[in-house]
């Protein structure tokens, strides 16, 4: 197969391109479920769930003998559906294959690079699906943390992702929340160094819904809005869990009638982050309040 070519990508809306099948922005969007392109059930399931975000995947959800039939699956559905799609990494041979599989559906909503390392594998993957898809860079090395930075200022990168599973084989650290504290912190600092959205956090195995709120709250500490997850019954836990409460949302209307929405009663420096974060909690709540 001939290798896709490195080209000029073109310049990406970050701001105006949204997920077509909800009224969530990929900005805003707190669960990110992945599903494995093995059969059309195992896709209608996932879209039928609770999920901000299906991301069928092709890359480690599916065996390596399957991978062809994995992208026969996932064009089909995107001929009638909207999607995002996590690809394979871009050292290995599945990546040109799956970019080719890929560079002519329209239903494509956006990409999830797995295990990016460098900007540059962001580069080629943009310019071989024509330069104004969406993508979540994958970081799940050490390498990638360090590349963090560059990575998240490329064009098309609209938001980073934590593969925790990857990393900590690629580490050997653990997945207690101190542990994993300064690569979090990393992706958070890339993300706001690059104005593009918070991080999405790796997945919380098992079927434990404490589990799963606690994973959130790991996350969430860190700075981090969004998290992948593997199960369907996962996404409705995420989603209360990342959405501003009752007493929140009321704060934040309350500090937004006093200071004004263009901040014409601010009285001291405090007012203003003050103010920031009231009108970050009712757009969250809006955008959230679209999809129920």
């Known amino acids: 197969m001939t290798p896709v070519p490195a080209a000029t990508v073109a310049p990406l809306e970050r701001s105006t391109v949204t997920i077509s099948t909800l009224a969530i922005p990929y900005g805003l969007a707190r669960s990110w479920l992945l599903a494995p392109a093995v059969d059309d059930e195992r896709l209608r399931a996932a879209h039928n769930s609770d999920a901000d975000v299906v991301i069928i995947d092709i890359e480690d959800g599916v065996p390596e003998r399957n991978k062809e039939q994995a992208r026969l699956i996932t064009r089909r559905w995107l001929e009638d559906d909207n999607g995002w799609v996590r690809i394979n990494d871009a050292t290995t041979t599945h990546w040109n294959e799956d970019v080719s599989a890929l560079q002519h559906s329209s239903g494509l909503a ?47 990168v609209v938001r980073l992702a934590f593969g925790t599973g990857d990393f900590r084989r690629d580490t050997g650290m653990s997945d207690t929340p101190t542990a994993l504290a300064f690569p979090r912190s990393q992706l958070v600092i890339a993300s706001r160094v690059a104005g593009i959205a918070a991080p999405i956090d790796g997945p919380t195995l098992g079927e434990n819904s404490a589990d799963v709120i606690a994973g959130v709250g790991a996350a969430t500490e860190m700075g981090m809005t969004g998290k992948l997850c593997l199960a369907e019954s996962h996404a409705a836990t995420i989603n209360a869990a990342l959405s501003p409460g009752r007493d929140e949302i009321s704060w934040a209307l309350a500090i937004i009638e006093r200071l004004g929405s263009d901040g014409r009663n601010i009285g001291d420096g405090s007012d203003l982050p003050r103010l920031a974060r009231a009108q970050r909690i009712v757009e969250r709540s809006r955008a959230f309040d679209a999809v129920r």
């Open 110 to 156: 956006g990409i999830i690079l797995a295990k990016t390392e460098s900007p540059e594998q962001v580069t080629r993957t943009a310019a071989g699906l024509g330069g104004n898809v969406p993508i979540v860079a994958l970081i799940e090395s050490a390498a990638g943390i360090e590349a963090a930075r560059s990575i998240a200022a490329e064009r098309s």
